[in-house]
């Protein structure tokens, strides 16, 4: 059995058929009273909306005049657009609907009669634009999931039980816990309505960090052909691919050493997205940098390229924070043409990240000491060996299910 009520285009018009479930000699003697019909509190119609007269005394075949629907003229076409006569829908606001949306009843009238647009119309809109490319209309997509969720009558009941028992636990012990119970009842709604946003993209995002990994594996498997800068330049390229955050690069990036009072230079500024700054060391991955081989009194020792690098970090940060505010405006000021507008940098206890070295070939020892001296350096910067970095790229790839 059909709905009781549907819509059809006739000509320039859009017609509500509505189908009782007895005959319609009762909405004829409302009409003949002079009352109107009113359906699912929402459609007001009078004998005027009626495009065919089906009065009983027009049919002598019982069963044709049963089974045939009564039309009421809701809407009429202007341009693109069926505009909804307010007498039907009398909501005190213009109500325009394209006339290619998908049109059911549904879009008007929600659980307990209520009109969704009576309820639009208490926030008080100019008109009201569905589907199309006016200015102000709400896209068909967004209307249909503003219907879906839209209260329902026990979602209404659970909030009402939520609010009487805020106030009745105050003064007295109960045995439900209702506002639980309807946190617990919008959660499980919320959960439903979830849109995978990572799948829409995870072919893309997979077949990106594959090109990285594969990149990376093929860069150190022939490093010796890479220049210094190049190098650099190929793998600052990965960091910021998995590091999103940052939006800017800048080579030889001006510092103020307040303390001899002369300008350095930091070999690679990062900026992220709200303007604040890191330094980032990246060194090529020759072996024997990181910990030493012999164990100095049963440890393995950082190696001078190492605990060099860290320093040099540690001053560039020392300079970052000593600038202060001049650096900040110095720094807005310089690189103002290639950041967005109205963008601030600034300087607020900077981080480094050193990459450097393999620790492939590193004993069990070299690792656990290595893991030492990075946990002591944590607090200054993140120290990531290429073999890490390499890692973080697999594990990325086994989070898309691809195997890396």
């Known amino acids: 059995m059909g709905p009781a009520i549907e819509f059809e285009q006739q000509g320039f018009e859009l017609l509500l058929r509505y189908s009782p479930r007895d005959d319609d000699s009762w909405v004829h003697d409302r009409f003949v009273r002079g009352d109107e019909l009113v359906i699912k509190r929402t459609f007001h119609l009078r004998k005027e909306h009626l495009v065919t007269d089906h009065s009983p005394d027009t049919y ?85 999931r503003l219907i879906a969720n839209f209260p329902t009558s026990h979602e209404l009941r659970r909030y009402v039980l939520a609010r009487l028992s805020a106030v009745v636990r105050e003064y007295s012990d109960t045995q439900v816990d209702a506002e639980r119970l309807f946190q617990n009842y919008v959660n499980k709604r919320l959960n439903k309505r979830t849109q995978d946003i990572l799948g829409l993209f995870r072919e893309e995002e997979e077949r990106k960090y594959r090109y990285l990994f594969e990149r990376l594996s093929n860069m150190l498997a022939n490093e010796d052909s890479y220049p210094e800068s190049a190098w650099q330049a190929e793998i600052l390229q990965i960091v910021l691919l998995l590091n999103p955050k940052y939006i800017k690069a800048v080579a030889h990036a001006p510092v103020r050493d307040t303390v001899r009072g002369v300008n350095r230079e930091i070999d690679i500024l990062l900026i ?110 993140d120290i990531v060996t290429y073999d890490d970095l390499l890692c973080r790229l697999g594990f990325v790839l086994k989070h898309f299910g691809a195997d890396a």
């Open 272 to 381: 992220d997205a709200s303007g604040n700054v890191d330094v980032i060391e990246i060194k090529k991955p020759f072996d024997k940098c990181i910990v030493t081989e012999g164990q100095y009194r049963d440890n393995h020792i950082p190696l001078r390229e190492l605990s060099g690098t860290v320093m040099q970090i540690e001053k560039y940060l020392y300079y970052l924070n000593r600038w202060g505010a001049d650096g900040e405006a110095e720094l807005t000021r310089k690189y103002k043409s290639e950041l967005p507008e109205g963008f601030s940098i600034k300087i607020t206890n900077p981080a480094g990240i050193i990459i450097m070295g393999r620790d492939n070939n590193l004993s069990n020892a070299q690792r656990r000491d290595f893991e030492v001296v990075k946990r002591k350096y944590k607090n200054i910067a």
């Open 60 to 144: 002598d075949n019982d069963q044709f005049y049963e089974s045939e629907p009564l039309r009421f003229r809701v809407a009429t076409l202007e341009g693109e657009y069926f505009s909804f006569d307010p007498k039907v829908l009398p909501i005190g606001y213009p109500l325009l609907i394209h006339h290619q949306a998908p049109i059911t009843w549904k879009w008007f009238t929600a659980e307990q009669r209520t009109s969704i647009f009576g309820v639009m119309a208490e926030i008080r809109p100019t008109r009201i634009v569905i589907g199309g490319d006016e200015p102000d209309a709400i896209p068909i997509t967004e209307f249909e």
